[in-house]
């Protein structure tokens, strides 16, 4: 007995580089047939009718902040709302000890649990986090996260020596909550990365999914950049934030992170939201200086859609910042060329009355960073790749199967037989203009305001049960926590 059959939509299969008119089998919440005619020749319980659509695998939204402004527990149910109207069916959370997030120090055994207790029953989507080691004695619970709690990927913010969330500081301790006579510093990096490698030898079963994920900036460049850009007081805004945290910052971050991983054999490292040329080419220079390591590189939805122009001051504050057209139309041509290995939110619901200060508004230094976009990421790279040229197989590639492979996510990021039913079906007929006010995330504003996007989500099904109909989120939340290798 088939529960539900899939019928007529385009099946775009990234595993195997076709995008098939097949009708897809939903048995149990998996995959359980691909074949034409299935619809007339079954007993399915449902026949939906997808003529016209795209049917994508469910994204993989591998980079999100859900809980960095809110409680966890509300953003867990507000932002995955947002997270289904955009096609995606399961997000990596990246949190962390210190001030936001839980508001709390301490080790992982007590953090976790709380995080994972709140996120219960809350979400609309399939969830788990990446977890950063903040002081000395988080490494040494790096076997006990991987073995009981299955979080297998791990995170170094290379520009927390001199700066917090929002701009240049010297309060260490106090935001961190690390214990005192603690740095969070190159040594303290290399001491994670030397941890995450030990785990990995002792585990070789797990080799390929254990990863550590890297925020590449370089504090000390970026405080003195910081101190000339508002000094000369000639840009502001997003033109004198990008300033501030120059490109080559980023670049010489993702050298040093580099040879430390070549140093410690952590072998397998991803470069996130490299938002930059500089970035970028640092990135590809050093895959060819060090093959024994196995790097992923990351670009955002807001990096490839926004610009310093376009993006609205100061509501696209975001680390590493909105760059220039020129950085836009560079990374876009490393996204056609293969460069990138997926493309993330990097979702962070600021609301409008927190991301900026009340007593001046237009400051772009007071302004909080980040912003929410996962609503966005499929819509976005399909309108914008569509013009460019990108195929579907690769949309496909770098929104679902690239993560999913990456983090554990063995169930997920391809439509196959045997795989959780995360479907999505965009319609490429349609187009529309973004409106914040539209959008399910409790933000209130969004960078991307007034945008026409081409093609629009319209249903989504997570492990087999539909969970947006129409553009519309149904049903209660049933998202579950992924403990990986799934």
Known sequence: MIDTVIAGASVVRPDHGTVDDVDIGISNGRVSHLAAGLAATSDAAEVFDGSGLIAFPGSVDAHTHMGIYNPLDVDAATESRAAATGGTTTVLNYIRTGQYYLNRGGPYADFLPEALALMEGRSHVDYAFHLAPMQASHIDEIPALVDEHGVTSFKIFMFYGSHGLHGASDDQASFLMIPPGERYDFAHFEFVMRGLAGVRRDRPELADVLSLSMHCETAEIMTAYTRMVQAEGRLSGLAAYSAGRPPHSEGLAVTIASYLAHETEVVNI?????????????????????????????????????????????????????????????????????????????????????????????????????????????????????????????????????????????TKGTIGVGYDADITLLDPSASHVVRAGESESSQGYTPFEGHELDGRVRHVWLRGRRILADGQVVGAPHGQYQRRPT
Not at 318 to 331: A, F, G, Q, T
């Open 270 to 410: 991803n470069l996130l939201h490299l938002s930059s040329a500089k970035a970028m080419d640092a990135a590809l220079r050093m895959d060819r200086c060090f093959e024994n390591v196995d790097f992923r590189r990351e670009v955002t939805v807001g990096h490839l859609l926004a610009d310093i122009e376009t993006a609205g001051d100061p509501w696209a504050k975001v680390n590493p910042p909105i760059r220039p057209r020129s950085d836009v139309e560079v990374l876009w041509e490393h996204v056609l060329a293969g460069d990138a290995h997926w493309v993330v939110s990097d979702h962070a619901c600021c609301q409008a009355e927190a991301k900026v200060s009340a007593e001046n508004p237009d400051d772009i230094w007071l302004a909080k960073s980040g912003f929410g976009g996962t609503e966005y990421l499929l819509n976005g790279l399909y309108s914008e790749g569509s013009k460019r040229g990108l195929g579907l197989v690769e949309m496909a590639r770098m929104l679902s199967w690239n993560p999913a492979r990456r983090f554990g996510l063995g």
